[in-house]
T-cell receptor, first 112, second 113 residues
Framework: SQQGEEDPQALSIQEGENATMNCSYKTSINNLQWYRQNSGRGLVHLILIRSNEREKHSGRLRVTLDTSKKSSSLLITASRAADTASYFCATDYAGANSKLTFGKGITLSVRP | DTEVTQTPKHLVMGMTNKKSLKCEQHMGHRAMYWYKQKAKKPPELMFVYSYEKLSINESVPSRFSPECPNSSLLNLHLHALQPEDSALYLC????????????FGPGTRLTVT
């Protein structure tokens, strides 16, 4: 399977702490994206990082990409209870013809 | 307007029913997608439309029939579904098919009885 794998599968932290989530993938990619999903709702796009980029920031989010290790990390700084959600990495594989392949997801719980 | 809307929010249907899910976007996006998501699983791609033409069908059973009447609308026609088809059905759109962020609707929660 070309599906990305997030790590850990579940993460529980205290409000104000940083949350780090990792994603590994198997083959060459055009880009990697992170999405958030609140329970039973649609996905919200967080950030897209292209294969020739190493780091991107958006507000409290920092994403890194290491194509040599085929891995990415998502850092959420100063977490809030509202960050409680499932987080998915999604890869656009080279040659995948318009398809995004989602990882299994990470469940983040931020305790107030 | 950066919103993708989906109707209905919830749908309960019997195995002999015919129903349709509707998705709409007014962002001028030329790619639209249907995904199926089971509880605690990632979304699974079903169909991709690019410029109103079906470009990807992920070997979806024929009891699911997509339709793209125009660049803003996407329908999913349902017929003779099975209980295992119960899931959250998500619609998404992107500027073009390929390497672009996708905007998702809130989904339709489908229960097949």
């Amino acid at each position: 399977s070309q599906q990305g794998e997030e790590d850990p599968q579940a993460l529980s932290i205290q409000e104000g702490e940083n949350a780090t989530m990792n994603c590994s993938y198997k083959t060459s990619i055009n880009n990697l994206q992170w999405y958030r999903q609140n329970s039973g709702r649609g996905l919200v796009h967080l950030i897209l990082i292209r294969s020739n980029e190493r780091e991107k920031h958006s507000g409290r989010l920092r994403v890194t990409l290491d194509t040599s290790k085929k891995s990415s990390s998502l850092l959420i700084t100063a977490s809030r209870a509202a960050d409680t959600a499932s987080y998915f990495c999604a890869t656009d594989y080279a040659g995948a013809n318009s398809k995004l392949t989602f990882g299994k997801g990470i469940t983040l719980s931020v305790r107030p | 307007d950066t919103e993708v809307t989906q109707t209905p929010k919830h749908l309960v249907m019997g195995m002999t029913n015919k129903k349709s899910l509707k998705c709409e976007q007014h962002m001028g996006h030329r790619a639209m997608y249907w995904y199926k998501q089971k509880a605690k699983k990632p979304p699974e791609l079903m169909f991709v439309y690019s410029y109103e033409k079906l470009s990807i069908n992920e070997s979806v059973p024929s009891r699911f029939s997509p339709e793209c009447p125009n660049s803003s609308l996407l329908n999913l026609h349902l017929h003779a579904l099975q209980p295992e088809d119960s899931a959250l059905y998500l619609c998404a759109s992107s500027r073009l098919a390929g390497t672009y962020e996708q905007y998702f609707g809130p989904g339709t929660r489908l229960t097949v009885t």
